[in-house]
């Protein structure tokens, strides 16, 4: 695994990585936004990034494709990089996710060092190892497992995020708390993530980013326990697939986020997760991220979505990551399809 350093000196953590990277070149990867909020703020107190040649990718997950990747490479290739360069990612998950497979693959790999921006990075786009680009209309298609040099994480820049981004990151860290610990949960679900403030929150952050780090050691491959990390994300997907249809998108976060309600009930259907805590999760997200609304007629192209993503899918089975109560994971669990349509419809009836 990557190193992790967890600090809001970001401009001293860097300049001393750098220097012990002596690399031949130093590149600066960010995109649209974060050249503008976050890349000034270093260019002034940090000689890396000061010295660094900049490279700018548009803003937002439809950009993180082939010609954004190929521009990245140009760039590399037409300002002097070698493969004893370096390229700081300065930036979301996209800008992450992409440039540390633009650096694993310049080439045959050069180092490169993340510096997450958004909370969702911090907690969980920049941390495991995993890369890569949108392909043929496909999330994450073409890409690969590859370690960063070193992994910054700090708060610094998140004053520049709407509360609709730090409650997208914060979907993941409550994703976090509900597989490994009733006490952080109970922690997360009292605290108020849009009113942080920065040492609190980075403490936070070095315990909840702790939780993917025990998954992505075990198992770095993600062939077996890692999918625990999926709580949420097989009806959250279907979720974010349907929102997609309609024309009116939902981000990965909210849809975790709701996501997580429908497994959890699920849980309790099949696992007999305490409804306690199903209680308290899902007041929770009532208050902070409202609802994912659809009606008993849309039942039928949730579940056709479900088993239409592979990855989640064995023989027409649809398998799930289940809780047997809060810190007690079930992976690989295949649902019965009667429990799967019940809990689609209670989720109606508590969040709706
Ligand atoms: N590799 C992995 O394991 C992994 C895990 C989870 C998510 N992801 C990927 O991460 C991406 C989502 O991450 P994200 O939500 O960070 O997306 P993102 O990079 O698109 O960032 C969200 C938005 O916030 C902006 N932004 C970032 N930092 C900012 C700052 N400090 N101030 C103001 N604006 C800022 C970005 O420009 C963008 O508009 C997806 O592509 C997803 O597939 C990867
Ligand atoms: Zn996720």
Redesign the pocket.
Do not use: I
């Given at each position: 695994m990557a190193e992790l350093l967890f600090t809001n000196h970001v401009e001293q953590a860097l300049d001393r990585a750098v220097d012990t990277l002596a690399p031949s070149g130093v590149f600066v990867l960010t995109?649209?936004?974060?050249a503008s909020?976050?890349l000034p703020r270093l260019q002034g107190i940090s000689r890396a990034v000061g010295e660094g040649k900049a490279i700018v990718i548009p803003?937002?997950?439809d950009h993180?494709n082939l010609d954004s990747l190929s521009a990245i490479w140009r760039e590399l290739t037409e300002k002097g990089a070698t493969r004893s360069s370096v390229l700081i990612n300065l930036?979301?998950?996209?800008?992450?996710?992409i440039g540390?497979f633009a650096a694993a693959t310049f080439k045959r790999g050069m180092n490169f060092i993340n510096v997450?921006?958004?909370?969702?990075?911090a907690v969980?786009?920049?941390?495991?190892?995993?890369?890569?680009i949108?392909f043929a209309g496909l999330?994450?298609e073409i890409?690969l497992f590859s370690d960063a040099a070193l992994t910054i994480i700090s708060t610094t820049?998140?004053?520049?995020?709407?509360s609709q981004?730090l409650l997208?990151?914060y979907a993941?860290m409550l994703k976090h708390a509900l597989i490994s610990s009733q006490e952080m949960t109970a922690r997360l679900l009292a605290y108020d993530i849009t009113g942080y403030t920065p040492e609190p929150l980075l403490n936070l952050l070095k315990e909840n980013v702790g939780v993917k780090v025990h998954y992505v050691e075990a198992d770095p491959g993600d062939r077996g326990c890692r999918h625990a990390l999926n709580l949420g994300h097989t009806f959250g997907h279907a979720f974010e697939s349907m929102a997609m249809e309609r024309g009116t998108p939902l981000?990965?976060?909210y849809a975790v986020a709701f996501g997580m309600v429908a497994a959890l009930i699920l849980s309790h259907l099949e696992l007999d997760f305490p409804t306690e805590w199903l209680n308290r999760y899902v007041t929770f997200v009532k208050e902070n991220y409202g609802g994912f609304a659809f009606d008993c007629r849309d039942t039928d192209r949730l579940v056709a979505l479900m088993l239409h993503d592979k990855k989640n899918t064995t023989a027409g089975r649809i398998n799930f990551t289940l809780l047997r109560n809060v810190g007690q994971v079930e992976i690989n669990r295949p649902a019965s399809r009667s429990n799967i349509r019940a809990a689609l419809e209670i989720y109606r009836d508590m969040v709706l």
């Open positions: 995109d649209s936004n974060t909020f976050v803003a937002g997950d993180k930036g979301g998950g996209v800008v992450t996710d540390a997450p921006t958004s909370l969702l990075g969980d786009a920049s941390v495991g190892g995993k890369n890569g949108n999330k994450n890409g820049f998140f004053n520049t995020l709407t981004q997208d990151g993941e981000s990965h976060g």
